[in-house]
């Protein structure tokens, strides 16, 4: 089992950044691809973006990429998404996932593990 706990989220304004990270704890955290995914209201849950096991490799959404960056630490088992001009439409709950798959890695069918999400609100 694999216990996951995003913090970072709040209210900022468009154009605005914020940091979301999410601690583990549990199994090893470096046997894991992680993701974070998005859940706007009235919509699916979808992709944004994704990091390999030692962190060599990142894959993004294209409607976040060139403003978000994925990093982690697995000395720390924490992962974060950096969010850079923000925009209304990225209002939403940001939930980070531990996976199994790397090849398979945007979709949610790939992630065992997720956790309780943390709310990002981006005013206009």
């Known amino acids: 089992q694999v216990q996951l706990v995003e913090s970072g989220g709040g209210l900022v304004q468009a154009g605005g950044s914020l940091r979301p990270s999410c601690a583990a704890s549990?199994?090893?955290?470096?046997?894991?691809?992680m993701g974070w995914f998005r859940q706007a209201p009235g919509k699916e849950r979808e992709f944004v973006a994704a990091i390999s096991r030692r962190g060599n490799r990142t894959y993004y959404a294209e409607t976040v990429k060139g403003r978000f960056a994925i990093t982690r630490d697995n000395a720390k088992n924490t992962v974060y998404l950096q969010m850079n001009s923000l925009k209304p439409e990225d209002t939403a709950v940001y939930y980070c996932a531990a996976g199994r798959d790397w090849a398979t890695m945007t979709s949610r069918d790939a992630y065992d593990y997720w956790g309780q999400g943390t709310q990002v609100t981006v005013s206009s």
């Open positions: 549990g199994r090893t955290f470096s046997d894991y691809p």
